[in-house]
Nanobody, 114 residues
Framework: QVQLVESGGGLVQPGGSLRLSCAAS????????VNWYRQAPGKPREWVAM???????GYVDSVKGRFTISRDNAKNTVCLQMNSLKPEDTAVYYC????????WGEGTQVTVSS
C-alpha cells in the first residue's frame, strides 16, 4: 500500500524559509516522478514543482528562483526547500505521484504572515 506523508509546514514570516518533506512507504520514490501541489483557501489546487526520475526539475513561474525540489533517496523522501516566502505562498502543500494510480498525501499547512 502506497502512502505519502508530508511534513515541515508551519507559520513563518514573509521572507522566511521552510523545508517540506514528502516521505513514502510502499513505493521507492526515485522510480517515479514526484510533484508538489498547493491549495489556498477558496482556490483550486495548483501545481508547484516536480522532479523526474532523471532529476529534471520544473516549477510554476511564481516560485522559480525561490523554491527548490530535491530527492533524498536514502530516506525515500522528496523535499521542497522554500525561501523568500510570501503571503501568497500560504496554502496546504501536497505531494503527488502517479504509479498506475494517482497518490496524494494528506498535506501540510504553510502560513506566511507577519
Amino acid at each position: 500500500q502506497v502512502q505519502l506523508v508530508e511534513s515541515g509546514g508551519g507559520l513563518v514570516q514573509p521572507g522566511g524559509s521552510l523545508r517540506l518533506s514528502c516521505a513514502a512507504s510502499g513505493i521507492t520514490l526515485n522510480f517515479v516522478a514526484v510533484n508538489w501541489y498547493r491549495q489556498a483557501p477558496g482556490k483550486p489546487r495548483e501545481w508547484v514543482a516536480m522532479i523526474t526520475t532523471r532529476g529534471t526539475t520544473g516549477y510554476v513561474d511564481s516560485v522559480k528562483g525561490r523554491f527548490t525540489i530535491s530527492r533524498d533517496n536514502a530516506k525515500n523522501t522528496v523535499c521542497l526547500q522554500m525561501n523568500s516566502l510570501k503571503p501568497e505562498d500560504t496554502a496546504v502543500y501536497y505531494c503527488n505521484i502517479v504509479s498506475g494510480h494517482m497518490y496524494w498525501g494528506e498535506g501540510t499547512q504553510v502560513t506566511v504572515s507577519s
